[in-house]
């Protein structure tokens, strides 16, 4: 079952560009079938910042956790519980994002629910990115999978919910995987989703910030139920 997790690290060697010590950020993404460990992609994403990605059957979710109806439970790093309920998101319109040169971000919580005829045939997807002037797919950029990929919870900005998918289609004929990040952002005054920005910090990576009342640890009750 895919999941990931992450690791911050901010503890290295001092760096000469930034007179700062070496930062890390570590994803260990499940492959069910694949070895122990496999380091699958190494970043710089800023001046000594890095972000390494690795394959492992350790990271994968048992069965029982699967969250099919998109609702999570995330323990935080102090052990505390919190709650992101998600499921009302699939009677929303897909969200979108026009971003510069005619192309355009789409994205459909919890469920493949747009077509990319050009790359998938007739297989729906969760996210894709149009160009809007051929009026064809580029590419799907992540595919969902029965809530397989659990949130990472950052208590940053108030609290944020991250999912990483690594299961989109590859850019420049395979030469970069694919990624696309999901962030939730708390705002009360947003009932379902509104996308906020996105943004391509690397090469075939796109981040999608979303702010959502969902988010919001006030939207449930003691029990973890939405009671908005």
Not at 186 to 201: G, H, P, R, Y
């Amino acid at each position: 079952v895919a999941a990931s997790f992450a690791f911050r690290y901010e503890d290295g060697e001092l760096c000469s560009q930034t007179q700062q010590p070496r930062k890390t950020n570590i994803y260990w993404t499940c492959a069910e079938n694949g070895p122990t460990a496999y380091m699958d992609r190494v970043q710089e994403v800023s001046t000594c910042d890095y972000h390494i990605t690795i394959e492992s059957a350790l990271a994968c979710v048992p069965e029982n956790t699967r969250n099919a109806n998109c609702q999570y439970r995330v323990t935080t790093q102090s052990g505390d519980t919190k709650n992101l309920n998600l499921a009302p998101l699939r009677e929303i319109n897909p969200l979108r994002f026009d971003g510069i040169n005619g192309y355009r971000v789409y994205y459909s919580p919890c469920q493949n629910g747009l077509n990319c005829y050009q790359q998938s045939g007739q297989r729906k997807v969760m996210s894709v990115l149009d160009n809007t002037v051929t009026g064809t797919c580029e590419r799907y950029i992540a595919t969902w999978e029965e809530g397989n990929h659990k949130p990472i919870y950052s208590a940053a900005n108030g609290g944020t919910y991250t999912f990483v998918y690594y299961n989109g289609e590859p850019c420049d004929g395979g030469a970069y995987g694919s990624e696309e990040r999901i962030t939730y952002i708390c705002d009360s005054s947003i009932q379902t989703a509104k996308t906020i920005n996105v943004t391509s910090l690397a090469p075939c990576r796109i981040d999608y910030f979303v702010a959502s009342s969902l988010a919001c640890d006030s939207s449930y009750d003691n029990n973890g139920k939405l009671i908005v």
